[in-house]
């Protein structure tokens, strides 16, 4: 199934509950969208934006490196840290485990905060993991199809921050239309 479709299925498989949550704070679901966009245009505009994917799929990496939209719906935008190994790639259905802080673009934007969640600074949490293009399994409504996308164009050693808008993050960020800012690192091994 296409990314596309599966963010057309999330969307609708969650209107309904929005709409009624919204009902109670007052605000609509489309107007949370707006907020999300405004949240996500806010974060990116303090950086370098690249509207499409190097045809050779060569990307500029490192702190500096632009931000790539990497979906056609404007849901996604990667930032490359770290390429990994071109020829380390992953396979379809293959256990993926990853570290991960992610930021909430929605504070960011209304209070200017970035303040980070996630397992990549404390070892003592387990990695987490998905396996790689598996959307029947609950570890893709747990964390999203968005954070897999980069997979498909880089090493599976790679670094990367993701801006994911929430109908592409896990099922709970879908429901209250939270957009967030990833850093992953992906690994074939628990680490």
């Given amino acids: 199934m296409k990314l596309s479709h599966l963010c057309m299925l999330a969307v609708a498989t969650f209107a309904s509950a929005i709409s009624f949550s919204s009902c109670e704070s007052g605000t609509s679901y489309a107007e949370l969208l707006t907020e999300e966009t405004h949240a996500v245009n806010y974060f990116l505009s303090n950086h370098r934006v690249v509207n499409e994917i190097p045809a050779d799929t060569i990307f500029e990496y ?54 980070g969640s996630g397992n990549s600074d404390n070892l003592q949490l387990p990695s987490t993991s998905f396996r790689f293009g598996n959307t029947a399994l609950s570890s893709a409504s747990n964390y999203g199809m968005g954070i897999q996308e980069p997979l498909k164009l880089l090493g599976v050693d790679c670094e ?18 939270v957009p967030y800012m990833y850093n992953l690192r992906y690994f074939r091994q628990p680490y």
């Fill in 160 to 177: 990367v921050n993701l801006v994911v808008k929430s109908q592409l993050g896990p099922s709970s960020d879908i429901a209250s239309v």
């Fill in 62 to 115: 490192g702190q500096n490196a632009p931000y790539y939209r990497i979906d056609e719906d404007s849901n996604l935008y990667m930032q490359v840290i770290n390429p990994g190994n071109r020829d380390n790639r992953v396979k379809n259905d293959e256990l993926i485990y990853f570290r991960y802080t992610r930021y909430n673009l929605n504070i960011f934007y209304e209070f200017n905060e970035w303040v």
